[in-house]
């Protein structure tokens, strides 16, 4: 049996090192900062080696100049067909600068530059552009806490990786700012809102409540057909070009209400036609 192979990488402060200890976690055999030129030579090393099945090498800029023959080590590895996936954690500039503020820890570039800290993450940034552009999952972890970070992982890789494209549903306020690993954002604020309804106001979308007043209008109904026929011929399409992961959004006021009723019913409706689906509320317990 050939071993399964996940790079993670991607902006430090994004949450890599909580990333391979949730695959640990899970019988992943894990190995950070490893330079990419010695990546094919353990994976040779697993292949003869049977009792490693799944390997996780975390990678990010603080190989130097190593680093920047990951994606070239990549094109080579999937031109010799090996099971190799990359996972980008991401988050917004801001995020990453609080996070280090918060630590009291610095950027790897940060010395670098002059001990700048908005250099170093523009810096690094740039360098990972190349990564980003080809990493067959992403994961904006900048409204994630820990434990939702994990969970985010864990539901990538706690089943047997396969060729089939993971899709995730998920409702936000957009208050709160739209999700940043979004392909496809949909905007529901112009539905009828049951914040302003004193018996629906505590609910969300979970309840039926809420989900039978959102639906009962003729622009929600036309909205959802509309959309059904739109995603039914995407995802084909995002599958046959060899798409990992979809994400799906849908944003309200709060995150509460429109958006989780239509996140739930998206959700439903494709788990039903056998894609592997995974809802997710961002902001539901906000406010």
Same mark, same amino acid.
């Given at each position: 049996?050939?071993?399964?192979?996940?790079?993670? !990488?991607?902006?430090?402060?994004?949450?890599?090192?909580?990333?391979?200890?949730?695959?640990?976690?899970?019988?992943?055999?894990?190995?950070?900062?490893?330079?990419?030129?010695?990546?094919? $030579?353990?994976?040779?090393?697993?292949?003869? +080696?049977? +009792?490693?099945?799944?390997?996780?090498?975390?990678?990010?800029?603080?190989?130097? +100049?190593?680093?920047? !023959?990951?994606?070239?080590?990549?094109?080579?590895? $999937?031109?010799?067909?090996?099971?190799?996936?990359?996972?980008?954690?991401?988050?917004?500039?801001?995020?990453?600068?609080?996070?280090?503020?918060?630590?009291?820890?610095?950027?790897?570039?940060?010395?670098?530059?002059?001990?700048?800290?908005?250099?170093?993450?523009?810096?690094?940034?740039?360098?990972?552009?190349?990564?980003?552009?080809?990493?067959?999952?992403?994961?904006?972890?900048?409204?994630?806490?820990?434990?939702?970070?994990?969970?985010?992982?864990?539901?990538?890789?706690?089943?047997?990786?396969?060729?089939?494209?993971?899709?995730?549903?998920?409702?936000?306020?957009?208050?709160?700012?739209?999700?940043?690993?979004?392909?496809?954002?949909?905007?529901?604020?112009?539905?009828?809102?049951?914040?302003?309804?004193? +018996?629906?106001?505590?609910?969300?979308?979970?309840?039926?409540?809420?989900?039978?007043?959102?639906?009962?209008?003729?622009?929600?109904?036309?909205?959802?057909?509309?959309?059904?026929?739109?995603?039914?011929?995407?995802?084909?399409?995002?599958?046959?070009?060899?798409?990992?992961?979809?994400?799906?959004?849908?944003?309200? !006021?709060?995150?509460?209400?429109?958006?989780?009723?239509?996140?739930?019913?998206?959700?439903?409706?494709?788990?039903?036609?056998?894609?592997?689906?995974?809802?997710?509320?961002?902001?539901?317990?906000?406010?």
């Amino acid at each position: 049996m050939k071993a399964e192979f996940i790079i993670i !990488t991607g902006m430090s402060g994004a949450g890599r090192s909580s990333a391979i200890n949730a695959l640990e976690d899970i019988g992943y055999f894990c190995i950070d900062n490893m330079p990419p030129q010695l990546m094919e $030579k353990f994976m040779q090393l697993c292949d003869e +080696e049977s +009792e490693i099945e799944k390997v996780a090498f975390g990678c990010d800029v603080r190989s130097g +100049e190593m680093f920047l !023959t990951l994606v070239d080590t990549l094109t080579l590895l $999937k031109q010799k067909d090996v099971n190799v996936k990359v996972l980008f954690m991401d988050a917004p500039d801001e995020v990453i600068k609080r996070r280090y503020k918060e630590t009291r820890r610095l950027p790897p570039l940060y010395e670098a530059v002059g001990d700048n800290l908005d250099k170093a993450i523009w810096i690094e940034r740039e360098a990972l552009a190349p990564i980003a552009e080809i990493a067959d999952y992403t994961i904006d972890t900048g409204s994630l806490k820990t434990s939702a970070l994990k969970e985010a992982v864990l539901n990538l890789f706690l089943d047997k990786i396969s060729d089939s494209m993971l899709i995730k549903c998920t409702s936000f306020g957009f208050k709160y700012g739209i999700p940043g690993d979004a392909d496809l954002v949909f905007d529901v604020r112009f539905l009828t809102n049951p914040f302003y309804i004193p +018996e629906l106001k505590a609910k969300n979308g979970l309840t039926c409540e809420v989900r039978n007043f959102v639906m009962k209008s003729d622009d929600a109904k036309e909205l959802e057909r509309k959309l059904n026929d739109l995603i039914d011929f995407l995802i084909p399409r995002y599958i046959a070009e060899g798409k990992s992961q979809l994400v799906i959004a849908f944003g309200c !006021t709060g995150g509460k209400h429109r958006s989780v009723t239509f996140t739930e019913r998206l959700s439903k409706r494709l788990s039903d036609k056998d894609y592997r689906v995974i809802p997710f509320h961002r902001d539901i317990g906000k406010g």
